[in-house]
């Protein structure tokens, strides 16, 4: 029963973290009045800044970061596209983080990442990581290696209107899906 009800509570935490995540990223800087209700569990724990460490290890270890999904510059229209990836892939919102910065930020928040594989969108993201040697199309659908962590390059979420390029994408997930042996969903 215990474990049921942390179980409850962490999903609890995680969604309201997901939903301040897609705020944050949307350049919402504050929450209105009539939505802190909702994102009042993750408040109140921010607010007694008390977690235990017991709390925090299993907080970290329940779920272990398989991806980082990063690029430059995202929309919440891309972040959506991105969760849309990640249902896809049958991982949940616990399993892969959204990392982004401009050229400069980048590289230096995916340093020391303790994850399996990193996704970059667009050529910007690829170049901001030091890979500027090769065209975007030599190294797009490739693994190479950043920082010890494998890295595949694909298209930017903003054009996957075009019905090639989100074609091209989804290939190049699939690429990550057998790396991290995961099966495909459709």
């Not at 983080?97 to 340093?111: K, S």
């Amino acid at each position: 029963m215990e474990n049921n009800i942390k179980d409850e509570y962490f999903e609890l935490i995680n969604s309201t973290l997901e939903k301040m995540k897609l705020l944050y990223v949307s350049g919402v800087d504050r929450i209105p009045f009539k939505d802190v209700q909702e994102y009042s569990p993750v408040l109140l724990l921010v607010e007694e800044k008390k977690p235990t460490e017991a709390l925090t290890h299993e907080v970290s270890n329940t779920f272990p970061l398989r991806i980082i999904f990063a690029g430059i510059n995202f929309s919440a229209e891309d972040c959506e596209s991105i969760k849309k990836i990640t249902t896809g892939i049958g991982l949940t919102s616990n399993q892969v983080d959204i990392v982004m910065g401009n050229a400069g930020e980048l590289q230096e928040n995916l340093r020391n990442k303790e994850v399996e594989v990193i996704v970059v969108f667009g050529r910007e993201a690829v170049d901001a990581l030091g890979f500027t040697d090769l065209s975007f199309d030599e190294i797009r659908g490739s693994f190479f290696v950043f920082d010890g962590t494998k890295v595949l390059a694909t298209h930017h979420p903003r054009f996957f209107d075009e019905p090639l390029l989100k074609r091209e994408a989804w290939v190049d997930i699939q690429l990550v899906m057998q790396e991290l042996g995961l099966k495909r969903g459709f």
